[in-house]
């Protein structure tokens, strides 16, 4: 006698899911629940989960959500998974009524998206979303006699998985990618330490919001060369695998002669009198040191004959020569006559 | 003799070598694995990958780990097992922790492995080689990890955040023609108010208005003076119309003296 093959086999048993979470107490014609899915509605399937999907072994699963009648001819079933990212991110097998018995196919989710940076601190411009990396997750499905799912949907009937121990997928039937590459790197930097005016005077103001972490290039993928930069060393260990950065003082590009922006719309603050990224002062733009002695108290010492008057309301010193305790020379003014 | 005729798939492999190939013999002539003590497999890694096999299997009082690898490398993927048994499956891994397959079992037929006892148990590939069938191809796809020296591994989306003084730009490729990659730059160049940062609580800093300018008042005459290029001020006597000048500007310890030469009365 002849064997049956694979698929055979598996419209008459769970496979490919997991043993009583379907095919429980089937009626034999009807509607049905679906721990009741017959075992001939599905000959196999397979899933892999991609490298941003946030699936975990043991703790997540692939299940059969629902099985629709969309209309006539249409029948779709739609694959959930209970992993974080995946809440949003279902595969839709699509059959037609017609369809040959085994029809196989293979589907994938979307890819996670990303506003591009160039537009995004622009806050008035509305910024288009742009896949980057790999799908969430794809599979393949096949399919057992078209007519039997047929005689127990009618046109426009769902049925759906009602608890977490229903239509579960098969552990081995997962191929689980979830952190197994690099799909993309992204660079940002964090903001700078922003100069603080004192209470009695206006705060400083920047076109952008300060205190973030700002984007610079998102979804850099395939090849990348690294570049060392100012007061920067790069160092590559080919043996160990391993590459050092180290920051040193006029290494790579050496100083730089004015600061560095964190992404290129950086601005010094409105109304700043230098180019000051931050909202400072230059070093010799504020009094350090007078005859230099350094602060943060000089002490300006009145000796003989001068006096110091000192207001603090106006932030004046005056400063008098008034002879005070010198000896004076007297001069006779009385005028002769010749 | 009756038969199921449709036997589920994980019962159809109980009495096979699968998830083994025929001709694995499945002792290393101390210990056994049985035909069934694994219903299924399904194994992959992200490096190295060559006809596995289970090449060796430890067993503690705790736990018992199965290494699985090929001949490069024969402990390239590995899955734990606590003691006692709660488990149904084997969740394996790579030695940063990413999954690398399953090994379909129950908790009755794993208890074969702890009953071994406590110890050290290599095979050979001719003795637990999987069936091709269960070691599934993935791609190479470059760069797989970012590993840290804390031994943390970052994948999926990594982000390159410069901080605390060191800034990252990007560029177009420096040098088309020959690699027309793009080029990721690293800048150590400081943050000059860190220190301001650093102060906790934040409200503790408070920001002074520093001097910048001194302003020189004489009768009708202003001079607004500025400091040097090294934020320096200089107070001096003007000794241009005289070099005998009574007046003294000295700049001592204790501060800048002002002061008039000349006799007092009693001298």
Known sequence: ?338 | MTAIRFPEFLDSLENTKYPFIPTATLTNGKVSLLEGTFLDAHVYATTSFFRYYISEVVVASDKFTIYIGDEAKPKNIHGEVGLPLTTVNVQLQDDYGRPAGILVSNSDRLALLSAWGIGTYKFERKQTEFCVTCQMPIPAPGVTGFLLETGELLSGKVWFVGDDGVVLSTSPSLNPQINPAPTLQINAVGDPLYLQRLCNPSDIFTPVNPVRIIRVVNGENVYDCVPDAQGNFNLQMNDALATDAALRIRTTYEGIVINVEGSTPSG
């Not at chain 1, 009583?20 to 629940?33: C, F, L, M, N």
């Not at chain 1, 097998?93 to 995004?120: G, K, L």
């Not at chain 1, 060393?233 to 730089?256: H, M, V, Y």
Request: net charge negative; proline share 7%; charged share 15%.
């Open chain 1, 1 to 338: 006698m002849a064997l049956p093959n694979f698929f055979n086999e598996n419209i008459n048993r769970s496979f490919p899911f997991q043993r009583a979470t379907v095919g429980v107490d089937t009626p034999t014609s009807g509607s049905i629940t679906m721990l009741q899915l017959p075992d001939n509605f599905i000959a196999d399937c397979g899933f892999i989960l991609g490298p941003e999907s946030g699936f975990i072994d043991g703790v997540h699963s692939v299940f059969l959500h629902k099985i629709s009648r969309i209309n006539t001819s249409i029948v779709e079933y739609e694959f959930h998974s209970d992993a974080p990212n995946l809440i949003d991110s279902f595969l839709l097998f699509r059959r037609d009524i017609s369809d040959p018995i085994y029809q196989t196919e293979f589907v994938e989710s979307d890819a996670p998206f990303y506003a591009p940076v160039s537009q995004s601190l622009s806050l008035s411009i509305s910024v288009p979303i742009v896949s980057c990396g790999e799908p969430y997750w794809s599979g393949y499905l096949v399919t057992g006699p078209m007519e039997e799912v047929v005689s127990r949907l009618f046109i426009g009937e769902t049925v759906v998985r009602s608890g977490n121990n229903e239509a579960i997928v098969e552990p081995a039937l997962i191929q689980n990618l979830n952190q197994s590459q690099v799909v993309s790197l992204n660079i940002a930097n964090a903001d700078r330490t922003r100069a603080l005016r004192p209470a009695n005077c206006p705060p400083n103001s920047w076109t952008f919001p300060i205190g973030y972490t700002y984007t610079v290039q998102e979804c850099i993928q395939g090849d990348l060369q690294l570049r060392s930069g100012y007061n920067m060393q790069i160092i590559q260990d080919s043996f160990t695998n391993t590459i050092q950065f180290a920051a040193r003082l006029k290494a790579g590009l050496g100083e730089p002669c004015e600061e560095l922006k964190l992404f290129p719309q950086e601005d010094p603050p409105l109304g700043a009198a230098n180019n000051l990224l931050a909202g400072d002062h230059y070093c010799n733009e504020t009094l350090r040191s007078i005859n230099g002695l350094q602060g943060p108290n000089i002490n300006l010492i009145a000796g003989v004959g001068v006096s110091m008057l000192p207001n603090t309301v106006t932030s004046t010193l005056i400063v008098n020569i008034n002879l005070k305790d010198l000896q004076t020379c007297s001069y006779d003014t009385v005028s002769e006559t010749l």
